[in-house]
């Protein structure tokens, strides 16, 4: 075992690239469950803008129509969770499940032309003398453009959420969305936006995931992550702020737990690599006490009776 | 903000605001408005006044934008007035206060009401001028607090304000007293008239006549989605408005002479707290009732009575103090088992609580029935049995329903309440807890439920009426207390009872006194 | 204007149409799908749902798959029915299926090679017990800290699924296996062996042991108070509070038969078909339960078919990828749309489709 193998500040980068997929989708779903609606299908619109950005990116070779292409893709596919659920009444978790299981299948049958391509570089953004600073260079000036992209994302759904007029009309409709339909404003239209976004977004961070974290496609890369960023909201209580909190809490135990692997501690490989999940939970236990900040609507189905 | 600019014109008494020609709404199976016309001038205070059903709710959906006719026109000021949706009629200057289903718990006053106006100015400055038009009209009202926070007085004048700020031309207010003690009914009241002699007319939905006589200038009578008569209140009498509205004479439940014995139910130092975020914990609440009496609970809702009535029900246990009934301590006991030892309930939200609103009558016989009238042999159900009993209870409390196996929200209100109630009172219990028993209940259908419930407590059942309607427990109850944030005030007499008295019971004008606790 | 009008009943006539019009509907849209993969898409739906049941050639290998196949779907599926049906989301069987495998092999195993009648029951016991606890991990943190069982019993999935290659390469691996991972084969250890109850059927105890779900499981939802329970939990959480269920009682019983109910589907299939333990022994099974029990409309019976359905996709996918080339993620597609096309048609059973004057807002 060799821990001094583990360069700080190469952990604390890489850790930011690992997080970012995860923050991606969590901030995606938290518009989403603010509008109050709840979709599970997170896993399977990461997955298939994985595989949407992969084959655009490699077909064309340009990262960017790669990430443009994956966040069309699962805007589409969420926007077919948004008609069953919305226009059709359907379950949402049952519909939630049907998205993911359906995202699966449809990214193996897309991605199995892709399997041994390697996707064109996503270049670092130059920032200047600002990456050539010691160790915070390194830390967090050296990255690609969709990390910054998800930070700023992050400041702008926070902004809007808390100051804009169209952001407090969207909470409404989470909190209640008979009052809201009373006052004259189109609940489902909303929601089917929030639902777009929410699924442009995964798809944003599936295609980071392809593109710049792993840089290749397997079947199933997504690991679960977007069922892990469904959990992050849970965590972060429906608050910005925290969702960049507990995705950053994420990356580090999966950056670590990674390096831990590479520097050969004596705990069985599978055990390191369950620990993301695990620890998951346990958060979830933590924060069950604090958490009824859920918006009140999230979940129920909406029909318009007059 | 205020209506300094109506000031400076001259007020035409005679001018036309608002009238409605022949409007005519149908759903399937019910015709809710039929060729229904009035009209309302500047400052008038006009009543809708109609039984549950009656259709006034779809009238004013219509007004307000939220329900397009099916035939009939409405004209504003002289001109076509067709809102195709609420903001349409916010910008002609049509405002409604709902009686539910507007405010949002989680978020703040201003919030609140800067999402029911079209161009909000800055939340700072929206703030300043919540409290100056709160000042102006009697209605305190702090725009940072929470709005699941507020009494239920309170998120009505924050209907109300949202609606002042736009400078309405015309004020709906839908039902505005089933939420408020008889103190801060009055408040509203001088709010009302204020406003009226400003020049803003009001169209005031009610189906209780002695406010309305109080209040209003003009009255149209709704029955069955037609219009009966357009009247002055002032020159009928309520007994006249009464059988206008419901058509028929009223019957009036009758008491046999009864004596109270022996104490029933016992209740000492309960407390709870509320599982629910913005739900209202209870507070040392001690009362008995005995063999043969009604004790009518009274005050203004969600001021504990859904957490009294799960306390007695077993749905939730106590933090501290005891119920016992016939002496023995029930407090610790699931709803089964209270009722085997005959303690029932019939909780006031009757879809989704009372009964399973997609599951049959016979599901729903079985839900609450299945230990006292031995429905189930060792676990197995007994179906024919259910069934059996479920027709018992249809046949008993005339309950309309084509068959048993129609789901429960199929029913209409009446209906689904007299078969909750029915229910509860054929397994004979010796305690029986109802949460608003007539509460959306047509005039026949809410008579017969308070005959039910004094027959029953004349053959020596202690009966829990829980009611926001003060009326109907003065006319069934033999003693009377109040819950007022999840305090419950001493039972007292109702013979000699004050409205006054009633009022403070019920905690007196909620925040407006210097004196309130 | 295309409206909706709510029923006042749900319509019987369409709660039995609705999933054969999604199966029909999802056979539409899987040809043009399998169309746009150069394939021939009446050819293709043939080989998928004709051959395996009639082919001269292909039948008599594919008929006793059905059952093999079924059985698992069957058994998981109607575990989490009961709960779906009371708004408790088990969706982590794939864990609980792996979990109880381990468990159930671990016992077998630790007998070998001693040759007694009371191991085959003792592991299947195993299997059952691993399964239920590991699905009580998301019940008893959902009854005692609220925590949602749908993401912990998710991420049990992986949790199970890194233990399942731990001990195939470590605690389970077999001695004699010259270092590959994987354990020994259970076909080769006689009373530990889920044999074939009939030759050439394809039914063994596993597929039984479904059956025997499905009645157990429509008897406790028709005829017993507990089922009626479960229902009236589903249907308003608030009423069944009131007429007296425990919900905490309930999500703990619900979670408990689901898990159990994977763990035997996961030790029936292990010492079974599978054969040994290692990697990748779980196709999904507990996933592709999640489309069986709402294609069954979350009623035994209609359970019973979806399952058996679904094991013929499978069947006649893999009999696809072998005459055709068919992809065989094309199959999981497949099996996708028709879960989305059965919730899309659901709307039929609950509202009357109205064209006419729309509503206001």
């Not at chain 2, 998120?155 to 002042?164: F, G, H, P, T």
């Not at chain 3, 109880?100 to 007998?111: D, K, R, S, T, Y």
């Not at chain 3, 879960?339 to 206001?360: C, H, K, Q, W």
């Amino acid at each position: 075992m060799d821990l001094s193998a583990i360069n700080p500040a190469a952990l604390l980068a890489s850790l930011m690239v690992a997080a970012t997929p995860i923050l991606l989708a969590a901030i995606g779903e938290m518009v989403v469950e603010k509008s109050g609606v709840l979709n599970l299908g997170v896993e399977g619109m990461m997955i298939t803008g994985a595989v949407t950005g992969f084959a655009v990116a490699v077909e064309t070779q340009s990262p960017f129509f790669g990430f443009v292409a994956a966040a069309a893709a699962s805007a589409v596919l969420s926007l077919v969770f948004g008609f069953l659920t919305l226009k059709l009444l359907s379950n949402q978790v049952a519909t939630g499940l049907a998205l993911t299981l359906f995202g699966l299948g449809l990214s193996a049958l897309i991605g199995q032309a892709y399997a041994e391509q390697r996707p064109p570089s996503t270049a670092r953004l130059d920032l200047g003398f600002l990456s050539d600073l010691p160790f915070f260079g390194r830390v967090l000036f050296s990255h690609d453009p969709i990390v910054y992209l998800s930070l700023a994302l992050l400041v702008a759904v926070w902004a809007f959420l808390k100051f804009a007029r169209l952001g407090l009309v969207l909470r409404a409709v989470g909190e209640n969305h008979d009052a809201a339909h009373a006052l004259g404003y189109k609940v489902v239209r909303i929601r089917m936006i929030a639902i777009a976004f929410g699924g442009a977004c995964a798809g944003l961070g599936g295609a980071h995931l392809s593109l710049v974290r792993v840089a290749q496609w397997t079947d199933g890369m997504t690991a679960g992550a977007g069922w892990i960023a469904l959990a992050i909201v849970v965590f972060a209580s429906w608050k910005a702020q925290r969702v960049l909190l507990g995705a950053y809490l994420f990356g580090g135990i999966s950056v670590l737990q990674l390096n831990l692997q590479v520097a050969g501690i004596p705990v069985p490989v599978e055990y390191l690599s369950m620990s993301p999940y695990i620890i998951t939970i346990l958060v979830l236990v933590l924060i069950s006490r604090s958490s009824t900040a859920a918006p009140a609507s999230l979940g129920k189905p909406f029909f318009a009776t007059s | 903000m205020t209506k300094d600019g109506t000031e400076g014109e001259p007020k035409v008494p005679d001018q036309t605001l608002l009238s409605v020609n022949g409007l005519t709404k149908a759903y399937p199976g019910v015709v809710a408005n039929n060729n229904v016309s009035f009209s309302i001038k500047p400052g008038e205070v006009h009543a809708l006044l109609g039984e549950n059903g009656a259709g006034k709710s779809t009238l004013v959906k219509m007004i307000y934008g939220l329900v397009r006719p099916d035939s009939g026109d409405m004209a504003l000021n002289g001109a076509p007035y067709t809102p195709s949706e609420p903001r349409a009629a916010r910008a002609s200057g049509v405002a409604m206060v709902f009686q539910h289903f507007s405010l949002f718990d989680a978020l703040s006053v201003a919030e609140n009401i800067a999402l029911g106006m079209e161009n909000p100015p800055k939340q700072n400055v929206l703030s300043a001028q919540i409290r100056e038009v709160s000042e102006t009209y009697g209605l305190p009202l702090d725009p940072e607090r929470l709005v699941g926070e507020l009494s239920a007085g309170e998120r009505q004048r924050v209907e109300i304000i949202r609606c002042l700020l736009q400078n309405p031309k015309i004020l709906i207010m839908d039902e505005p007293t089933s939420v408020l003690t008889p103190q801060e009914v009055e408040i509203l009241f001088e709010t009302l008239r204020k406003l009226s002699a400003e020049g803003t007319a009001i169209l005031y939905i009610s189906h209780k006549l002695d406010e309305i006589r109080a209040l209003c200038d003009s009255a149209t009578i709704l029955r069955l989605g037609e219009v009966v008569d357009i009247c002055n209140p002032h020159e009928k009498t309520a007994r006249e408005l009464a059988e206008m509205m419901v058509g028929q004479t009223l019957h009036t439940p009758s008491r046999k002479p009864h004596k109270q014995e022996g104490v029933v139910l016992q209740v000492s130092d309960l407390s709870m707290r509320s599982a629910t975020a913005f739900g209202t914990s209870l507070k040392d609440i001690s009362f008995s009732v005995h063999a043969g009496e009604v004790l009518g609970i009274g005050g203004v809702a969600g001021n504990g009575q859904d957490e009294l009535l799960a306390a007695i029900s077993g749905e939730t246990s106590p933090d501290a103090g005891t119920v016992t009934v016939h002496g023995t301590p029930v407090q610790h006991l699931g709803p089964n088992q209270r009722r085997k030892l005959a303690i029932l309930t019939a909780p006031e939200e009757r879809l989704g609580h009372a009964a399973a609103p997609d599951m049959s009558l016979i599901e729903n016989a079985l839900m609450t029935g299945a230990i006292r009238e031995n429905l189930t042999n060792r676990g197995f159900l007994k179906w024919g049995a259910a069934k059996t009993f479920a027709e018992k209870i249809i046949a008993n409390f005339d309950v309309r329903t084509p068959s048993p196996n129609n789901a429960a929200r199929a029913l209409s209100g009446g209906n689904l309440q007299k078969f909750v109630v029915g229910r509860e009172i054929l397994q004979r219990p010796d305690v029986l807890v109802v949460n608003q028993p007539t509460w959306g209940v047509d005039a026949a259908a809410a008579a017969d439920i308070r005959q039910a419930l004094l027959d029953l407590a004349a053959q020596g059942s202690a009966v829990i009426a829980i009611s926001q309607d003060l009326d109907e427990l003065m006319e069934i109850s033999d003693n009377f207390s109040a819950l007022n944030e999840g305090r419950l005030t001493a039972p007292r007499s109702v013979q000699g009872l004050t409205v006054d008295e009633i009022g403070l019971m019920m905690g007196g004008a909620h925040g407006m006194e210097a004196a309130h606790v | 204007m295309i409206r909706l009008e709510k029923r006042p009943v749900p319509s019987k006539l369409w709660t039995y149409l609705t999933p054969i019009a999604a199966v029909v509907a999802t056979m539409v849209a899987g040809g043009i799908l399998f169309a746009f993969l150069g394939k021939d898409p009446v050819e293709v739906i043939r080989i998928i749902f004709w051959d395996p049941l009639f082919h001269p050639d292909f039948s008599a290998y594919s008929r006793p798959q059905l059952l093999v196949k079924a059985g698992p779907l069957i058994l998981i599926a109607i575990g989490l029915s009961l709960g779906f049906r009371a708004g408790i989301w088990n969706i982590g069987a794939e864990g609980q299926y792996i979990i109880g495998a381990i468990c159930g092999a671990a016992v077998g195993l630790a007998f070998y090679p001693m040759d007694a009648w009371f191991i085959f029951p003792l592991m299947i016991i195993a299997g059952a017990i691993g399964g239920l606890l590991w699905a009580m991990i998301p019940a008893l943190l959902k009854t005692r800290f609220g925590t949602n069982e749908i993401l912990v019993s998710l991420m049990l999935v992986y949790v199970a699924s890194n233990q399942l290659a731990s001990v195939s390469q470590g605690l389970l691996r077999n001695p004699d296996g010259m270092g590959f991972p994987g354990s020994r084969n259970f076909q080769q250890y006689p009373a530990a062996y889920n044999a074939e109850l009939i030759a050439g059927t394809g039914m063994h105890w596993g597929v039984l042991t479904a059956f025997l779900a499905v009645i157990a499981a429509y008897i406790l939802l028709n005829r017993h108070i507990l089922g009626f329970q479960i229902r009236l939990t589903g249907e308003s959480p608030r009423a069944a509070r009131f007429s007296g269920v425990r919900p905490k009682l309930l999500i703990l019983f619900c979670m408990g038969v689901s898990g159990a109910a994977a763990g035997l589907a996961g030790i029936f299939e292990v010492s079974g078909p599978s054969g040994q333990i290692n990697i990748s022994f779980n196709a999904g099974y507990g996933f592709t339960a999640i489309i069986v029990a709402f294609l069954g409309r979350l009623h035994p019976v209609g359970i019973l078919l979806a399952g058996l359905l679904l094991a013929l996709t499978y069947i006649g996918g893999e009999l696809a990828q072998l005459m055709l080339g068919l992809p065989a993620a094309a199959i999981q597609v497949f099996q996708g749309m028709l879960l989305f096309f059965l919730l899309a048609m659901d709307v039929f059973t609950n509202y009357r489709i109205r064209i006419g004057s729309p509503e206001a807002a």
